[in-house]
């Protein structure tokens, strides 16, 4: 059993449609040709579905594509083909699949050549349109049954055809009206299907070389007549008449005819399944081929109705390889237009890589060719175990392609020419297999581990080895939001037959960029099919801080956004008609995959004595088959990381080679993980100085920033030569200090406390800082009182902070080419030191003038403010992030607009927000600039919705 089943829940609905309520759904078989079993969901997996693939004609190729040439019918290339994986046919019909058509005229051009199976689907759509048009027309009653019959049964089969591609043959829809008119009147079959089930399930698929080495044990097939009423209501019921009176003999045979199948060769059904054994002896067919046939059943009285059911056999022999070198050649090869050639080999026992080499040996002639490679596992898309590639040869030329197999399993290899690459070509290709197995097949390495044993190995041959690790992408993993997740009811118009009503799940997740990148979600959880998921969708929308709508995808493609620096929200929109189901996943984590750059390469050691001691590193060898070599490979540490707000739910996603050939390097062997933990926290100098980081500041203040000075009345700088006792008691008195000063801005009246304090500690600027952080809080909450309250912020600054930091002593340091200490500090803490200082002069000149320009104007001092911007250019750029918002309450406090307008154009550049739109509108007002005014209005209601956009 593979992915593409007909019991999912997408393609139950579907076949519901179609035989509950009477619904002709003719849908798309594929664009995944050449190869076999590569039909898509669900016009090829859906029994009552009617899949079309897609043919070309001589008259299209001269009309639509100006080839100079024309060729016999034939269907396109890259078409798709059965069977699927329980043996159904997968292709009902085919129908021409290119057209020159209308386009939408964003296009910008009146028509466009489109091809593709989307395009034969419409075209059997509108036959089919026509068809019921002339029963309607005609009064002659029809069901889905009786319409899918006749296709199927009048359907032109050109030479040189085989079923996979075709299905029952080219749509001829004349043929069909007459059909139904012929039997209108007389058949029990209008209203009635034959469900035929067996083996895996709608047919028989034997693929692998264990399945046919022997003759198959017995295999049941049962049929199942299902009946419709002629009445053409939406939701049909059974016929109990019909029923009753229902009953036929029946003919089976097999078209092709196969000798390997054995069968009954009558059957009596009524209106109860039936069921019979078969059996499949396959020891005798051709290797390296596939072989195809249908058990038909056929009316023993009217003959002339066709096959009433079909019931396909599919058995893949494989062939074997050449056990010297494990490769397999095919000699002179013949390709004409569109020919195809398919070769299908059992992969030896611990193959992983194979190298397909084609050569065109034509003189003169180069040829566009398609290369198809497929292994087919359980429970798997066809698309995870597949390699494609279409190339010009040109001639006396070679290609050349790596690619991975699946040891043990039948891969088919599909060369084909291209359907309209002219002329015959001679040519020679083979396919030659390595081995590369490592122990454990999926590595998953941690930061806390410190290494990893890789146990390498070879099967078949002589191999060279040097890993080699190519990391890929950078996740991080994403939860959503407990208090943003909610389950709603859509609209009306989401309505399941019978009207079952369908629910949203909305998750919401908040990631932060530290830098510009690229960025890929992923969800993990849901596979990469949409009509074989049991959720019917699973989409994603990206906005940033504002609501601006960024991008969107969903679960199956890889959809990347370029980010830049800065907030974002993801919304995941999930949809189904049971609630319980969604309840289920409202935890539902996400990935978001940012491209790998700059991560250091991983180190291989040849002992595990050489890792530790970081000597005899692995570079490369030689090793025999059944040898295995042990690898050694050490892991990352945090601090490699790119920069993150943090590592918990981090992890490096890539893959790892073994080969030292450079063709087989290009082929990912395993996949490698790697995991990270939160680093270490590093230690504190002293226990004191933890604390007061810890209280003095506890919550960030927008004001200055929360660094403490030891800079006390009490402090004493040969503390060393206190005893154990006193230095205790000095630690608890300034953990008591840090305390009581992390309650000021947590207090409403916190006057008292503040007042004994300042009496204890005049020149500790923390507690200086915890005052003005409460006065802003009191600003930001209550307007009464404003300027009263700017001016003892002001007073604060000037009177307790500034007159504390020796500012000469700052720009002395500074002023040094090479700085020296005078008082015996190191180095490195004078640097810290005066950092600090440095920044305190910064911040505080800031803040002073900030709350000298929001004073009323007729109080401004603009001598004052002259004064503190020439201060702030002797220490930091003016033009610096953190001083902008100074400078612009600067230059409109001197009526400099210009100045001040182009600050905001800046700030606006690097991240746009509401606050500063607003701040550039209320300039735009004051100039009183009215088309400026107009137009910037209308700019913030696209830049900053109110609400997000929605996705259905």
Not at 187 to 216: Q, W
Not at 227 to 247: D, P, V, Y
Request: net charge neutral.
């Amino acid at each position: 059993m593979y992915v593409n089943d007909n019991d999912r829940r997408l393609q139950e609905l579907f076949n519901e449609v179609v035989e509950k309520h009477g619904i002709l759904f003719v849908s798309s078989a594929g664009n995944n040709g050449p190869a076999l079993s590569t039909v898509g969901a669900p016009g090829s997996t859906c029994t009552s579905l009617i899949g079309v693939g897609g043919y070309v004609t001589p008259e299209m190729q001269l009309a639509e594509f100006a080839l100079r040439e024309t060729t016999p019918v034939s269907p396109f290339t890259w078409t798709s083909r059965g069977p699927c994986s329980d043996g159904w046919m997968g292709v009902c019909i085919s129908a021409p699949g290119a057209a020159i058509t209308s386009v939408p005229q964003f296009n910008l051009c009146q028509r466009q050549l489109m091809n593709g199976t989307s395009m034969a689907s419409p075209n059997a759509a509108g036959c089919i349109a026509l068809l019921l048009s002339a029963l309607k027309a005609e009064n002659i009653p029809y069901t889905p049954a009786l319409i899918r019959r006749a296709l199927m049964n009048t359907a032109c089969k050109p030479n040189d055809s085989d079923e996979f591609s075709i299905g029952a043959g080219l749509l001829q829809i004349h043929k069909a009206y007459d059909y139904i008119v012929t039997i209108s009147s007389e058949s029990p079959y209008n209203n009635v299907l034959f469900d035929c089930t067996g083996g895996a399930g709608r047919g028989i698929y034997l693929r692998e070389k264990e399945e046919t080495i022997t003759m198959t044990p017995d295999i049941r097939i049962t049929i199942r007549p299902k009946f419709f009423t002629k009445q053409k209501c939406s939701a049909m019921q059974l016929n109990q008449e019909c029923k009753i009176r229902f009953g036929c003999h029946l003919s089976l045979q097999c078209e092709p005819q196969a000798t390997w199948v054995h069968h009954a060769k009558y059957l009596d059904v009524s209106n109860i399944e039936r069921t019979m054994d078969i059996r499949l002896d396959p020891t005798q067919l051709t290797e390296g081929q596939a072989h195809y046939t249908e058990l038909q059943g056929y009316d023993i009285e009217k003959l002339q109705l066709g096959p009433l059911f079909r019931f396909p056999i599919t058995v893949v022999k494989p062939m074997s390889v050449r056990q010297k070198d494990y490769a397999v050649e095919f000699n002179q090869q013949s390709f004409k237009v569109g020919q195809i050639r398919r070769h299908f080999i059992h992969v030896p026992q611990g193959a992983n890589i194979a190298i397909f080499k084609f050569i065109n040996h034509s003189q003169d002639i180069s040829a566009v060719m398609n290369f198809h490679f497929i292994s087919l596992e359980p429970k798997k898309s066809f698309r995870l175990n597949e390699y494609e590639k279409m190339v010009r040869v040109n001639a006396q030329s070679t290609y050349e392609c790596v690619f991975k197999v699946q040891e043990s399993r039948t891969l088919e290899a599909c060369v084909a020419r291209w359907w309209s690459s002219l002329s015959t070509i001679d040519s020679t290709y083979s396919l030659k297999f390595h081995s590369f197995n490592v122990s454990p097949s999926t590595i998953h390495l941690s930061s806390t581990q410190g290494y990893e044993r890789l146990d390498v190995q070879t099967r078949l041959q002589l191999e060279d080895i040097q890993p080699t690790v190519t990391w890929k992408y950078f996740v991080q993993s994403l939860r959503p939001t407990a208090s943003d997740t909610k389950i709603q009811c859509l609209s009306h118009r989401d309505l399941l037959p019978g009207g079952k009503q369908i629910y949203e799940l909305l998750l919401t997740y908040n990631f932060n960029l530290t830098k510009a990148s690229e960025i890929q979600p992923k969800c993990p959880y849901f596979h990469e099919l949409l009509y074989d998921s049991e959720y019917e969708a699973a989409l994603w929308m990206c906005f940033d801080s504002n609501k601006q709508y960024l991008g969107a995808g969903d679960v199956i493609k890889d959809y990347t956004l370029k980010l830049e620096k800065g907030d974002y929200i993801i919304r995941m929109h999930i949809r189904h008609d049971k609630v319980d189901l969604l309840e289920k996943v409202k935890d539902l984590s996400i990935h978001l995959q940012h491209k790998a750059n700059g991560i250091p390469a991983l180190e291989f050691y040849q002992t595990l004595d050489g890792l530790h001691t970081q000597k005899k590193k692995f570079t490369s060898s030689k090793i025999h088959p059944g040898v295995i070599c042990p690898i050694f490979v050490t892991t990352l540490t945090e601090d490699k990381l790119p920069k993150v707000s943090s590592t918990t739910g981090v992890f490096l996603k890539g893959t790892i080679s073994f080969s030292k050939d450079e063709r087989i390097k290009k082929a990912d062997i395993c996949s490698i993980y790697h995991y990270f933990n939160e680093p270490a926290s590093s230690s504190s100098t002293s226990s004191g100085s933890s604390n007061a980081k810890k209280s003095s500041n506890p919550k960030k203040t927008s004001v200055l920033p929360s660094i403490s000075t030891t800079t006390t009345t009490t402090a004493t700088t040969d503390g060393s030569n206190d005893s154990p006792s006193t230095s205790k008691d000095q630690l608890f008195q300034e953990a008591l200090r840090d305390f009581k000063i992390s309650w000021i801005s947590k207090l409403d009246d916190s006057g008292k406390l503040y007042d004994e304090l300042q009496q204890e500690h005049t020149h500790h600027i923390p507690l200086y800082l915890a005052r003005i952080q409460q006065l802003e809080a009191q600003l930001k909450t209550q307007q009464q009182n404003k300027e009263e309250k700017l001016n003892q912020i002001i007073s604060i600054v000037q009177d307790k902070i500034l007159p504390v930091i020796d500012e000469n002593e700052v720009l002395k340091y500074y002023g040094q080419k090479t700085p020296t200490s005078s008082n015996g500090k190191d180095l490195s803490q004078l640097k810290i030191d005066m950092e600090k200082r440095r920044n305190w002069l910064i911040d505080s000149n800031i803040l002073l003038g900030n709350c000298l320009c929001d004073l009323p104007s007729s109080t401004q001092d603009m001598k004052q403010l002259n004064s503190i911007y020439k201060q702030l250019q002797k220490h930091i750029d003016i033009n610096d992030t953190k001083v902008l918002n100074f400078v612009y309450k600067y230059h409109l406090a001197n009526k400099n607009y210009g100045k001040a307008m182009k600050i905001l154009f800046k700030q606006l550049e690097e991240k746009s927000t509401n606050e500063l739109d607003t701040k550039l509108l209320q300039l735009y007002q004051m100039l009183d600039i009215q088309y400026l005014v107009q137009y910037q209005e209308r700019l913030m209601l696209s830049k900053y919705p109110t609400t997000y956009s929605p996705i259905f």
